[in-house]
């Protein structure tokens, strides 16, 4: 799976902002139909990312495009309109339910096979930002083999259930526990919060250090100088790959030598530490690090 350790959103009404976006060297930029754009540009954001699509080239970036949420009465002509430029991914808000996703995935399917494209080429990405969103989480995990990866919507969230935002978040941590743990569990990425301040670097270089010792794999964002410290945050450093490397090669010998659990440099090293080992290089390779 690619690697996702900044999804950027840009306004999909906004051609300037798209355009910017597609030199950054994000890993994601999702053009958006919902809350970035006012209600009554909606038809611009359509033909605007579908013009984008057709005519723009984002690099290594995926292209993906947020439709409004299912149900709003906007996400049919939202995703057709996407869907006609091809995306790479179609991002969903405000997901509570397996129905919404698999609905969204019969929708791409029917495109693609009217067009002859690859059947299951345009990956889906939720976001889960609501209490009943939560509490489905497994149901939504296991929906659809397109979906790819959960984003948690830690400000939606405390809207839906009445929580005041902090700056530690200890209201919103047991439903940001919860989306990395079901994404682990159905292996899909985590993609975590926005942090909103986007003239605080050393803030967001918290935040996403916090991430990624929960065991996210990206970090929503909404500023292009947010880019460069949260991809480097997310790509393991060069002595943590040496480290899990290092463990491999030994798991490996002792494996030959009909030993499990083994001591590496005073510590004892078992199953768990070898696939903490093991996620590292996934990350470091889909990073290009490796």
Not at 233 to 246: C, G, K, L, V
Request: net charge negative; aromatic share 6%; hydrophobic share 45%.
């Amino acid at each position: 799976m690619r690697a996702r350790r900044a999804l950027l959103y840009m306004p999909g009404d906004d051609m300037h902002k798209i355009r910017k976006a597609a030199t950054l060297g994000a890993d994601c930029v999702c053009m958006d139909m919902e809350d970035g754009v006012a209600a009554n540009r909606k038809t611009e954001a359509r033909s605007t990312i579908l013009e984008a699509l057709r005519s723009l080239e984002f690099g290594p970036s995926e292209r993906l495009a947020r439709i409004n949420p299912v149900g709003s009465g906007l996400e049919l002509d939202d995703l057709l309109a996407a869907l006609e430029g091809k995306p790479d991914g179609i991002v969903i808000p405000k997901v509570e339910s397996a129905d919404q996703v698999r609905w969204a995935s019969l929708s791409i399917a029917s495109i693609e096979e009217k067009f002859g494209w690859t059947l299951g080429g345009i990956c889906l990405i939720v976001i889960v930002e609501t209490a009943r969103g939560i509490v489905n989480l497994a149901e939504i995990a296991g929906a659809d083999p397109r979906l790819q990866a959960l984003i948690f919507g830690s400000e939606d969230l405390a809207g839906d259930i009445g929580a005041i935002r902090t700056h530690q978040g200890w209201e919103v941590f047991y439903a940001r526990s919860a989306v990395v743990t079901h994404a682990a569990a159905f292996n899909l990425q985590a993609i975590d919060q926005v942090y909103l301040n986007f003239h605080d670097s050393d803030g967001l270089i918290q935040d996403c250090q916090l991430g990624v010792q929960m065991g996210f794999s990206g970090k929503q964002i909404i500023h292009p100088n947010q880019v460069i410290p949260v991809q480097t945050s997310f790509t393991p450093n060069d002595e943590s790959i040496a480290n899990a490397q290092r463990l491999m090669d030994a798991f490996a010998h002792h494996q030959q030598s009909g030993r499990g659990a083994f001591a590496l440099d005073g510590k004892m090293v078992d199953a768990p530490i070898i696939k903490s080992a093991q996620r590292v290089l996934e990350r470091a390779r889909a990073a290009g690090k490796i």
